[in-house]
């Protein structure tokens, strides 16, 4: 640091100006004029320390594709959510960085061994529309504003000092879980629940179709005769039925965002998400 080297070298100078020598004019000339560098040096290097003088600020942003927490072969994608403190807004998030890794990641968890460091840095998450989770990081760091000021104040890791670094989280809205280590507990447990539920809505929703099918088929059939004609109808309209059911969950389930999308409103329903 220069700065430093100015400071005692002007300081020297100012003390032995005036001290040691004895012509008057070069007394106050040497005197006078490393006192005011000496001063100068002095208020450069408080501002520099107050201020940051002589750096700037430089943000990057850096962006990738994020992928599900949860089981891999599901339709919807989910990721777990840890708030730092309370309503704070800071967030250590859960999800895989890498499409194929076998286990998710723990992402933003402050590092316990630098909070100086940590304390800089936060992380959200929003619910957006579209179809892909992305992570976005904003990054601040200080740098020298050129040369000079590097080699007249520069000294250790003071260049690319971070200044703050924020990042967030964005997932599709109508496909996507954000959901606490609590609420994945729950829906483990509820699991069994919901899938017969859903079967027992799917068969529920068949017989009502088939019902209402039959009463169409024999809408013009003398009432003396409609039992017979139901029951002689019902195991065509039955099949018929069912295939269409069928097909229509099929169509659904090639249709992976619909799927999903269906898939994460019962979820929701189920752990009363609004």
Known sequence: MLILALIIVFGILTFFGFMFLKNAAARYIVGGVSLIILALSVVMLTFHIRDNWGMKEVTTST?????????KSAA?????????????????LIYRNDKNSKNPDTNF?????????AVK???????????TAKVTTKTTRRVWKSDFFKVLFGIGDENKELVKQHSVVSVPKDTWLV????????LQKKAPEMAAAAKKEQEAQVQAAIQKALTEAVANVPAAQKEAAMAAAKPAVTEKVEAAAKAQMAELQNNP?????????QIRETLGIK
Do not use: R, W
């Open 121 to 131: 840095k936060s992380a959200t998450y929003k619910q957006v529309a579209g179809n």
């Open 63 to 71: 962006s990738h594709v994020v992928y599900t927490a949860g089981d």
């Open 76 to 92: 919807y994608g989910m990721m777990i959510k840890a708030e730092i403190g309370k309503n704070t807004g800071n967030y250590v």
């Open 109 to 117: 968890k402050p590092d316990e061994k630098n909070i100086v460091e």
């Open 179 to 186: 959901l606490t280590a609590d609420q994945v507990k729950e």
């Open 257 to 265: 965002k619909a799927y999903a999308k269906l898939q994460v409103t």
